[in-house]
């Protein structure tokens, strides 16, 4: 009986131990979503998805047009994208944050995340990742590092290659 209890015991320790990790991510088109599942997978972590409030348009998207929402969004640091629900990141010791790199940092629905989230998410392991058509994520992480600099960032993860 004791055995029984204590193996029990054990499943429910390593079942509280393997949810500590939050893979949150926004994807507009759906790489950094496959990303985000490959990641959630490995890490046996649970799989949240940053949405907007308003999707985006392939219109949104259109880099070419500098009036396209994307384009006003990256030109304005201050801008902040409503987002859809919000998150409980209480439960969680390190949190992935991924997205797809738009002008070479975070979409600003990024920062609208962090922000929501800014003092829950203090003293947690905060890793970035990414995909891209050809850019790294240094400047996405330097960014984040001297935006949000009260957060444990750790090195990023561009994970272009499936
Ligand atoms: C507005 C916008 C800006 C982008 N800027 C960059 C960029 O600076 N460097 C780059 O390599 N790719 C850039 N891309 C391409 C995306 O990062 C890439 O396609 C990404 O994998 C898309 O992820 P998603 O499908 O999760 O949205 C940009 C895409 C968009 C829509």
């Given at each position: 009986m004791k055995r029984i209890l204590l193996a029990l015991f054990c499943a429910a320790c390593m079942t509280s131990m393997e949810a500590k990790t939050l893979v949150a991510y926004f994807s507009a088109t759906g790489t950094t979503k496959a990303a985000a599942e490959r990641l959630a997978k490995q890490h046996d972590a649970r799989l949240w998805e940053i949405e907007p409030a308003e999707p985006y348009t392939a219109a949104d998207l259109?880099?070419?047009?500098?009036?396209?929402r994307s384009s006003l969004e990256m030109n304005d640091p201050e801008e902040r994208p409503t987002i859809k629900r919000c998150t409980d990141?209480?439960?969680?010791?390190t949190v992935y944050v991924g997205f797809p790199i738009w002008w070479g940092i975070c979409p600003r629905i990024i920062n609208s995340w962090l922000d929501n989230n800014l003092p829950q998410l203090e003293g947690k392991t905060m890793i970035p990742f990414a995909t891209s058509g050809?850019?790294?994520?240094e400047e996405a992480e330097a960014y984040l590092k001297k935006t949000y600099p009260t957060l444990n960032w750790k090195k990023g993860l561009l994970l272009n290659k499936r």
């Amino acid at each position: 009986m004791k055995r029984i209890l204590l193996a029990l015991f054990c499943a429910a320790c390593m079942t509280s131990m393997e949810a500590k990790t939050l893979v949150a991510y926004f994807s507009a088109t759906g790489t950094t979503k496959a990303a985000a599942e490959r990641l959630a997978k490995q890490h046996d972590a649970r799989l949240w998805e940053i949405e907007p409030a308003e999707p985006y348009t392939a219109a949104d998207l259109d880099w070419r047009n500098d009036k396209s929402r994307s384009s006003l969004e990256m030109n304005d640091p201050e801008e902040r994208p409503t987002i859809k629900r919000c998150t409980d990141v209480t439960p969680y010791d390190t949190v992935y944050v991924g997205f797809p790199i738009w002008w070479g940092i975070c979409p600003r629905i990024i920062n609208s995340w962090l922000d929501n989230n800014l003092p829950q998410l203090e003293g947690k392991t905060m890793i970035p990742f990414a995909t891209s058509g050809s850019s790294g994520i240094e400047e996405a992480e330097a960014y984040l590092k001297k935006t949000y600099p009260t957060l444990n960032w750790k090195k990023g993860l561009l994970l272009n290659k499936r």
